[in-house]
């Protein structure tokens, strides 16, 4: 597998902080101001190779390795939610799918959306289920068609994406067994009801879908993997390093946080002085600071597991997760009082910013999930501490 070299990635490195600097927040205040995504936003990402900088090479992507694309998810994750989560799911969700595909999968349909000519949508989430092997949309077989029958929710993507990497089970099983994996076509599919639940507290301009199916009928062509894979294709090759993107995005975020509260600090006077002389406001920064910095330790050493295919990477990841949505939430909070009232106004970037840091509460799962995780690896002694 080809990686970029050394080089290369800090020229690129150094492009993307630049872009992120000048036109990206640019491209942050017209997707709040016109509550969407801007197609030509998409088409600049897609031109520019941002949508392509984790795959391989010979996959078409560009070949920036796992702990480097973080380096550069920090920097996409100070701007827009939406624009970041672009850059996140379509560098991510080609791990789930890759290694599973038929040659005419991959060719069909994970090459073009590594290259960001097309959309997949993770389509796990559902309305009554939580963590997964719970899941109850199902599909029975009936000779070269899976009729699916179910719902989805929270479905990022659902709306506009070409297909949904959609988890189901087979009718009748439990637990993990008999789950599946279905590439399955966004399309006027019978029995299919797209339902686009976009109005969100956050992250302005991304779609989300509700999904209803009834006796929907899917080939038994769009299968990934095997029947039983299901949840092994939707965890392990997405969730586990989406997992610590999204920690990653966190930790950017915050940066982005602190920053506009240092930079209001030392323009603000009361009193005589500015309220960066203020012990009070140096103490909340100083801590702000010791945590986004203990939490990008965390999700580097969460990287390293993911990359080297340690046991423990699982709850590696999730306890990187919890770390740093805690601390995202303590820094945006305290990033928000440092403003006072002038931060709960909409011209002011850190509303925006406190808004979109809620959503990584529930992104890919909620700390109660990734506290049963790492649970379970510390009593059974997976965790480690090296």
């Not at 009082?337 to 509460?361: H, S, W």
Request: aromatic content about 6%; proline content about 4%; glycine content about 10%.
């Amino acid at each position: 597998m080809s990686m970029m070299d050394d080089a290369s990635f800090a020229t690129l490195k150094n492009e993307v902080a630049a872009w992120v600097a000048g036109p990206g927040e640019e491209w942050s205040e017209r997707i709040e101001q016109e509550g969407a995504v801007p197609e030509a936003l998409v088409d600049e990402l897609r031109e520019r190779g941002y949508l392509s900088l984790a795959a391989p090479e010979e996959l078409g992507g560009r070949g920036v390795g796992f702990p480097r694309f973080l380096q550069l998810m920090e920097h996409f994750s100070r701007l827009h939610a939406s624009i970041r989560m672009l850059v996140h799911v379509n560098n991510g969700i080609w791990r789930a799918v890759e290694r599973y595909a038929t040659p005419e999968q991959l060719q069909e349909i994970v090459i073009p959306t590594i290259k960001g000519e097309k959309r997949i949508a993770f389509t796990l989430t559902e309305a009554d289920a939580g963590t997964g092997a719970d899941i109850r949309t199902t599909v029975r077989r009936e000779g070269d068609t899976y009729v699916m029958n179910g719902e989805k929710h929270l479905i990022t993507f659902g709306v506009s994406c070409d297909w949904w990497l959609l988890t189901a089970r087979l009718e009748g099983t439990t637990g993990h067994e008999g789950t599946v994996a279905l590439l399955v076509p966004n399309t006027d599919l019978p029995g299919a009801e797209v339902i686009d639940d976009s109005l969100t507290m956050g992250i302005t301009g991304t779609d989300h879908a509700i999904l209803h199916f009834h006796d929907t009928p899917v080939p038994v062509s769009a299968l990934i993997g095997e029947e039983g894979q299901g949840l092994e294709v939707a965890l392990g090759g997405f969730l586990l390093p989406s997992r610590i993107s999204v920690a990653m995005s966190c930790v950017g975020l915050a940066e982005r946080a602190q920053q506009l509260a240092v930079d209001f600090s030392k323009e603000r006077v009361t009193f005589g002085k500015p309220l960066a002389k203020r012990q009070a406001i140096q103490f909340m920064l100083a801590r702000n600071h010791a945590k986004i910095l203990a939490a990008r330790e965390l999700v580097y050493a969460a990287a390293r597991a993911f990359g080297e295919g340690r046991p423990d990477a699982g709850a590696m990841s999730s306890a990187c997760k919890m770390v740093a949505v805690d601390m995202l939430a303590e820094v945006t909070d305290n990033a928000l009082q440092v403003f006072g009232g002038r931060g709960y106004f909409k011209r002011e970037p850190i509303e925006r910013v406190y808004r979109d840091a809620r959503a990584q509460r529930f992104e890919e799962g909620s700390n109660e999930i990734q506290s049963l995780i790492v649970a379970r690896a510390v009593l059974d002694g997976t965790a480690n501490y090296a």
